[in-house]
């Protein structure tokens, strides 16, 4: 990556070649100094709250780690966390592997690939809140899909997820899936475009098979583009709360909890606003844990030329 | 990058029937998907045409016996939002108030950012851009309040500047990573050339990074324009009054109503009005959707 | 090209901004009162509107903010970021002891000096005036008074199995068998926590009695709360989770009054928010409908009042309007009109019962009567008999006891450690 930032022609050093050292920075600060206040400075403030006896509104009475304290023998936190775990590896995966397989389909030359590709990436333009909703629907057992089966013929079908409370959370993972999917299908989309043609020629003339060129060469080469959609779903799987509002509320009973529900519950619902920081604070660390090794390889690969 | 099916249909000798059979599985598997992924969109529209009656007796997938646009035009002019039985109509302006100077605000930001950080390097600036990346990772709920704070501070409370300020500041981290990955792979030489000449700063940017970063730029519109658009915390804390507005409130006041008799034709009427203007862009942008992302948005 | 695209664009831009920034010149010293509020459709939105034209004809005009969501939960989160932001509203729907939360930040407003003109404490039951004052301070002006203990039954299907309005538990059961022999669900209801709390309220209270539910759910005393008395109430619980149907989870309580009217379920366990639902379908409160006290607590008015809390305002026209909007609330004539429709009955004493439905006039001789006999309850699942966190641990105990198989021990002790947990 060249570096622009010393004057073309050595030892000339007008006062424009000294703006032009100083801009950049200028151009950049609003963005850092907005980030530095209302990202870390808000994250920071926070951590602050997870101290304090905080209920309704902020309060700044220190009490130490109490908040963690109750935070670790709430077992709504314990099955939030659980669920986290089921729905993130769940959701991610099988985004990913939807995605995948919908790109390399869709890679295949196909004349309606512009309909079909927006017909798979459209869920993405509906709210989480409207999504719930319309899920809530089409998975109730009295109104949609199990009242359909029935009215076709099949009356041995059953589809009860929603309302039991170890299967509901599988329901979300199905509307989540199918919200985000398309997007990781441009993902990858765009990553199997990218490859040069150049080296599949040289394959298909050594003889490799459609299957085995895909195996070997391309899947390979699209590591970066996996690490993205990881990124991507992850971020979108710790977020989920609307998501969870709208189909379940958390129920049946409290069995669809996840860490952001927990959060805007203690916070909001029950005035329990150190409780929640605390909360927050855990998803956070759990949040940086996967994305600073993330941003780690992306800057030293950056760095490369 | 049908290069790999060029490359196969390159071997010689006529297509073999396994061929066109594995063509045939290929339509049908993608047939499935888009069935699946339809679904709730046919049920949501078919529900918006159908008569109250008629929700409340028939089922899902059953077309509508006497089709009506009466719950379409409710959702857009009659239905109410607390008091005011206008209609979606109101807030829909809202919402494009707020929502396009926020992606055109944050666009611009971000190409500039993208542009230092890949161009005009200094030490420091990988920590720099990191920090701003981390940005993204936030779940709002954490800034609700502190942000209250300093929208009040700022004088913005309760208006649609407070929401295209939010939204800006939320907005960066995004629009600052896919503009940096698309000019990093830009040529330098370009740009060194162009120095050459004595061009400056803002030159360089307007001439000659600008005009060549179209696809990027309707990448970041359309993320920007569907994660803003689509927001309701932030809609329904900084703006909950009838002023300001957003769609996405709006709706959710059409919705979840906790009385009174539930209009699922209108309701589904109304959902679909409310995501209209994201499935327009969508639609006209998609193609360029794809491209841009190819142009390193997200690769690594 | 791009050029000229993107300059249209920046100056589109600009203007639309500059328009989004101009309205604020509008009348800041007008009377107005911006009010928020979860009534956002239907009947209550009809019944709030002619507040609204009641104070235009006064001059004071009407600014609407509602949000809609959960019983009030997306207006709260509002509510706490607005006044966060120093953008109080004039006056917010409040229920139960949020009002003293709000209270207790000072940020409320005295209304007293109108309170004492217009005899507010000589026309509302002191059980609800204790929420509406603060210190000694009157703070929000309530509107009506729900009544939570309610059992609502088909009337046609009640003669069908030749069964009568249950008054005890025994009774209760043997009628609940009647309805399951003839195949319809005994039981309508909507599996979602707060509802499941409103009838565990209703059990405490039929089990233990009044004295009782005081003290487990007022006074939070962990024997109370972990004891046997406690126990039995689950093991009465657990015998209504049999009375009901498989999909009852997630189901809203409309749905489930929905059930009742067209015959597939006997009876619900709802507040009298129901009757609007039964009114509007054509049935007549008393006549196809019939409403009893659920079995065991006709002694107890488990309430829940809803409320309108005023914050302090520095505009003199604005607290002008603020006091005309907390006279309007107090009037006969509006509290009549509203509670008409909403299915409550009114917090203003002085209102005539004539016009209410038998059920609303039952309501509305037994806020009276209880006044002197400690009958006036104030409801755990609505926010009125312990704090937000107390309510919540509560809420989860009792969601997860009826959504499992849990014994009434467990569960019972699980009430009293998630109780000593929040509190």
Known sequence: MAVISEPAVAGRRSPFDWLQTILPKLVLAPSFAVTIVCVYGFILFTLYLSMTNSAMLPSFTWVGLVQYGKLWSDPKWTISLVNLGIYGVLYICISTAIGLLLAIL??????????????????????????GTAWKWILNPGLGLDKLMHSLGWTGFTFDWLIDGNMAIYTIVIAGVWQSSGFVMAMFLAGLRGVDSDILKAAAIDGATLPQTYRRIIIPLMRPVFLSAFVVSAHLAIKSFDLVKAMTDGGPGTSTWTPAFYMYATTFTRNQMGLGAASAVIMLATISAIIVPYLYSELRGGRRD | ?????????????????????????????????????????????????KTLDEVRAGNLLSLPQNPTVEPWVSAWSTTCVGLTCEGLKGYFLNSILMTVPAVAISAVIGALNGY????????????????????????????????????????????????????????????????????????????????????????????????????????????????????????????????????????????????????????????????????????????????????????? | MLKTYLTATVASLLALTAAAYAPSAAAQAKEEVEVMHWWT???????????????????????????????????????RARVTAGDKPTSVQLLGLAIRDWAEQGVLADLTPLAEKEHWADHIPPAIAAFSTYDGKWVAAPVNIHRTNWLWINKKLLDKVGGKAPTNWDEFQALAKKFKDAGITPLAHGGQPWQESTIFDAIVVSVGGNDFYKKAFVDLDPDALGGDTMQKAFDQFRVLRGWVDPNFSGRDWNLASAMVING????????????????????????????????????????????????????????????????????????????????????????????????????????????????????????????????????????????????????????????????
């Open chain 1, 106 to 131: 869709l890679d295949q030359r196909i004349r309606i690939e512009g309909a079909l590709r927006t017909i798979y990436l459209y869920p993405m333009a509906i709210s989480f809140i409207v999504t």
């Open chain 2, 116 to 300: 230092v950080l890949t161009k005009w390097r200094f030490r420091g600036d990988g920590v720099v851009f990191a920090l701003i990346l981390f940005g993204c990772f936030i779940p709002f709920q954490i800034v609700l309040l502190p942000m209250a704070r300093t929208l009040g501070l700022l004088g913005l409370a309760s208006s649609t500047p407070g929401l295209v300020f939010v939204h800006v500041v939320y907005g960066i981290c995004f629009t600052t990573l896919f503009f940096r990955n698309y000019y990093a792979a830009f040529p330098n030489d370009l740009v060194k050339s162009a120095m050459i000449d004595g061009a400056g700063f803002f030159r360089i940017f307007w001439r000659i990074l600008l005009p060549n970063s179209v696809p990027i730029i309707v990448v970041t519109v359309i993320w920007q324009f569907t994660n803003i658009w689509n927001d309701f915390l932030f809609g329904v804390s900084f703006a909950g009054g009838g002023g300001a507005m957003p769609v996405t409130v709006a709706l959710n006041n059409i919705v979840n109503s906790s009385t009174g008799v539930k209009e699922y034709n209108v309701h589904m009427a109304a959902a679909i009005i409310a995501a209209l203007p994201t499935l327009v862009v969508y639609v006209l942008a998609g193609r360029y959707f794809v491209r841009g992302l190819m142009a390193g948005a997200v690769k690594g």
């Open chain 3, 41 to 79: 459709s239907g009947g209550e939105a009809a019944a709030l509107n002619v507040l609204k034209e009641q104070l235009q004809k006064e001059g004071v005009a009407w600014k609407d903010a509602p949000v809609a969501g959960g019983g009030g939960d997306a207006a709260m989160t509002a509510l």
């Open chain 2, 1 to 49: 990058m049908a290069a790999v099916t060029d490359a196969a249909l390159m071997v010689p000798g006529p297509r073999s029937t396994t061929q066109v059979a594995l063509r045939w599985l290929l339509f049908a598997i993608l047939g499935v998907f888009a069935l699946v992924y339809l679904f709730p969109l046919f049920v949501m529209v078919v529900t918006s045409l």
């Open chain 3, 264 to 423: 597939e379920a006997g009876m619900q366990v709802m507040g009298d928010w129901a009757k609007g639902e039964f009114i509007k379908a054509g049935l007549k409160p008393g006549v196809d409908i019939v409403c009893v006290p659920y079995p065991g607590s006709e002694k107890a008015f488990l309430f829940n009042s809803d409320q309108f809390a005023m914050f302090s305002l520095d505009d003199k026209a604005r607290q002008d309007a603020q006091l005309k909007l907390a006279s309007a609330i107090e009037s006969p004539s509006f509290q009549e009109s509203f509670n008409l429709v909403k299915g409550s009955i009114p917090a203003n004493t002085e209102v005539k019962p004539d016009k209410f439905d038998p059920c609303g006039q039952k309501s509305m001789a037994d806020r009276d009567a209880f006044k002197s006999t400690g009958g006036m309850l104030p409801s755990l699942a609505h926010g009125h008999a312990a704090s937000a966190a107390v309510k919540g641990a509560i809420y989860d105990v009792v969601t997860n006891f009826f959504n499992s198989n849990q014994s009434s021990a467990d569960a019972a002790k699980a009430l009293a450690d998630a109780v000593a947990l929040a509190k």
